[in-house]
């Protein structure tokens, strides 16, 4: 019996020293230039001529910065920034994906197209250019009138918190530039 308690142990200690234990690293520096310390998210551009939009993905892109960034400083303003993050929301359009039995719209889709640039402020380089982020996101109206709550506004939330997840990884993790 201990022969074979032995012979166990020897191979899962082979497996484990030979690699096995590389298959998930974990994320732990910012994939950025070493000198960008400093990112500077301006107020996003709103072209979709939607009341706030801009406001909440701008907001939602800093506050992922400050919590994934990896002790990257975040303001608005350009000047002293390191790499600037220019956003511009270009659409936002929604309709009815799902009826009731009645013919009303139950379920709404949400769909938002952005465009996003990341710029290095001391070598003037484009680091990273989409000029068509799309983004959707559901939201349900209730039966019953009296229970009326419009999801709409939590559904843009959602979809601004999801872009700037996206934004946010896109940076920290790499996204093919060169040195």
């Known amino acids: 019996m201990k022969k074979y308690l032995r012979a166990a142990s020897f191979v899962v200690s082979l497996l484990s020293v030979s690699g096995f234990t590389e298959c998930y690293k974990p994320v732990t520096k910012s994939q950025l230039p070493e000198h960008i310390k400093t990112v500077a998210v301006p107020a996003f551009q709103n072209m979709a001529l939607r009341f706030k939009i801009e406001h909440r993905f701008t907001e939602a892109v800093m506050n992922d910065l400050i919590h994934r960034g990896h002790g990257l400083r975040v303001q608005s303003e350009r000047e ?8 511009v929301v ?8 799902l009826l009731d039995d009645k013919g009303r719209a139950r379920i709404f889709e949400v769909t ?12 003037n380089r ?4 989409n000029q068509n982020f799309v983004f959707r996101g559901e939201f ?3 039966n019953d009138p009296r229970n009326f709550f419009n999801e709409e506004d939590p559904a843009v939330m959602r979809i601004a918190r999801s872009f ?10 790499g996204f093919g530039v060169k040195e």
């Open 80 to 87: 002293g920034a390191d790499a600037v993050i220019d956003g």
């Open 90 to 97: 270009k659409n936002f359009g929604f309709g009815g994906v």
């Open 112 to 123: 938002i197209t952005a465009a996003v640039t990341v710029r290095d402020q001391h070598d």
């Open 126 to 129: 484009v680091l990273y250019d």
């Open 140 to 142: 349900e109206f209730a």
């Open 164 to 173: 700037a997840e996206s934004i946010v990884s896109t940076l920290i993790n």
